[in-house]
């Protein structure tokens, strides 16, 4: 029995394409870039049996086509988005079994950041590209706070212990506006100390959880009494619902 590994390769600025190995074969997560995977692939033998997209940005798929050439792979990716290198699309509720790799993986919808961004969650693991970052979200470039607030309630309903494989290193700056709304959440002052330690070494702060994503994320803590207060006080009127509070959040954490 081997044992599935999941590792980054870090790409352009501050991507990761995250890829799962499991014996001899190995599944790639947003490749925006062949090469690294492809010399990465090459140095450890490993055999490339599929490609996950989330998302149609090109620091997410511009290595997919390249791969799906050289390795054969069939690549999954949004239904809902133009993509050319995608030969299976997909969408909410699909399963895509992977039996050389030794799992399956859920397909989630979750607009936002995209019109038809999508995740994969399996093996006790969210890959969820841009959507959901530590102690952070991706900005509503297509879609509405309400899809965006949506999306997030669906991470949120998965199991505590989930590892989350976010696409970005950014922590460290959504744990410093984190700090603006919940300047008293000790939770967050704990990770912020843990990723700075972490980040100091070189090593990336992923994955998270969905746990620690519950106590330190403020997008995901809008029914919280102090994300609420601090979201009104950046709104500057009374804001009824969490929905009105994620979309006010946001909005700020875009001017800073
Ligand atoms: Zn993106």
Redesign the pocket.
Known sequence: MQMIEIVPIPAFEDNYIWLIRNGTTAVAVDPGDAGPVVDYLHRQQLRLVAILL????G??TGGAAELQRHFDAPVYGPRREAISSITHPVGEGDLIDLPSLGCTFQVLDVPG??AG?IAYYGINSLFC??ALFACGC??L?EGTAQQMHASLAKFSALPDDTNVYC?HEYTLENIHFAKAVEPGNAALLARERTERETRSQGRPTLPSSIGLEKQTNPFLRCSEPAVMAAATRFAGHPLAEPVEVFAAIRQWRDQV
Do not use: I, L, P, S
């Open positions: 989330t998302h149609h940005h620091d997410h950041h995209t961004h590209g841009d991706g900005r470039f696409a």
